[in-house]
């Protein structure tokens, strides 16, 4: 399965944006999704994941509460809507899928991966 990311941005401290990742290649509801992020000088951070069927999602703790992550099989897209952003949000942001059913928090859990996109929060 073959990953695009898209949606990022620059955006005020406390604004919001969507995330969108668009799968093709393949079944998407095979697949688990998860977002990390990357900021500059850091390790890449997971952010969330999210079931085949949409029914089960995971945060970090450093989103909890102001991401909220969701899915259309029959669009074979995967969002992370982003709320209430804070500066330390910025970051790369990727999506990523594996052919399972169990939470998995690690990048290298996962088999596939999407470019990042760049999400920038101003203060």
Do not use: H
């Amino acid at each position: 399965v073959q990953l695009q990311a898209s949606g990022g941005g620059l955006v005020q401290a406390g604004g919001s944006l969507r995330l969108s990742c668009a799968a093709s290649g393949g079944t998407f509801s095979r697949y688990a999704v998860g977002w990390f992020r990357q900021a500059p000088g850091k390790e890449r951070e997971f952010v969330g994941f999210i079931s085949r069927s949409g029914g089960g999602t995971y945060y970090a703790d450093s989103v909890k509460g102001r991401f909220t992550m969701s899915r259309d099989n029959a669009k074979n897209t995967a969002y992370l809507q982003m709320n209430s952003l804070k500066p330390e949000d910025t970051a790369v942001y990727s999506c990523a899928a594996r052919a399972a059913s169990a939470l998995y928090m690690k990048p290298d859990d996962y088999d596939y991966w999407g470019q990042g996109t760049q999400v920038t929060v101003s203060s």
